[in-house]
């Protein structure tokens, strides 16, 4: 599994080296595998599930375990932040496709709860890990879309991580000795030295455990990411900065 990983993350690394737009030419087709393999959730057999009482009890280890698994899986709403640079006019079109993201997203999965909860019973949402490719149309398409939704997010990250990085070192949030992250390498604009940074940092995670335990760290530290963004916006709304928003 590990060299699976491992070939999966380079693959990702030299797609994002040829440049952003090869990758947006590649999103718009994992974009329609995507929706076509909600297509075969959403139409595939429904069946009013059988109440089951069964009572289970709470457990926290498990259900830290899942959320950090889940709350990654929805921050790639913010992708579009670390690729300002490449839009026309991020002030606009920032706001409005962050905000249409989260509607959308919000939608797609209050609907996929409903759906399941017609097709299967608590047991088996419980029990199986495959419910959603049993109760699908066609089971590939669901396989397909998990595989592409998965691959979007590694691609989203390999473009917004080198770009954060040659944002803060332009804002001189770094050593100068470390201006070179700012640097690409050949005659493109894009921060290749902050992607090869980026990759060298991705390999040295996968070697550092399973998917539960890299994912408990992903969490924290958008978690802690998120904490300190919505901490200076508190602090410069009560300080009424003039040059806050």
């Known amino acids: 599994l590990l060299y699976i990983t491992l070939i999966s993350c380079t693959i990702f690394g030299i797609i994002v080296f040829k440049g ?7 999103q718009y087709f994992i974009l329609a595998a995507i929706l076509l393999s909600l297509v075969s959730i959403f139409f595939g057999p429904q069946s009013v599930a059988a109440t089951d009482a069964t ?4 457990n926290l280890i498990p259900f830290w ?3 950090a698994m889940f709350f990654p899986a929805v921050t790639g709403i913010d992708a579009g932040v670390g690729m300002s640079g490449e839009l026309k006019n991020p002030k606009k079109s920032l706001v409005k496709g962050t905000f249409f993201s989260i509607l959308f997203t919000m939608v797609i999965y ?39 939704a998965t691959t979007s997010s590694a691609l989203s990250c390999f ?15 770094f050593h ?7 640097n690409s390498i ?4 894009e921060p290749r030295v902050a992607l ?12 550092m455990g399973g998917l539960d335990f890299v994912a408990k760290v992903v969490a924290m530290l958008f978690l802690n990411v998120y904490g300190w963004i919505n901490g200076a916006a508190f602090f410069e709304k009560i300080s009424q900065n003039p040059s806050y928003r």
């Open 20 to 26: 952003a737009h090869f990758v947006i030419k590649i």
């Open 55 to 58: 009572k289970h009890t709470i």
């Open 65 to 67: 375990v899942a959320f």
């Open 110 to 148: 209050f609907a996929l709860a409903i759906k399941v909860s017609l097709s299967a019973s608590p047991t088996e949402l419980v029990n199986n890990p495959t419910i959603i490719h049993n109760i699908s149309l066609v089971p590939w398409l669901v396989i397909t879309g998990v595989l592409l």
């Open 159 to 173: 473009m917004t991580a080198p770009r954060s990085l040659r944002a803060m070192v332009k804002d001189k949030m």
């Open 176 to 182: 100068p000795k470390l201006n070179f992250l700012a």
């Open 186 to 189: 050949g005659h493109s604009h």
């Open 196 to 207: 090869l940074v980026s990759f060298t940092i991705a390999i040295g995670i996968l070697f």
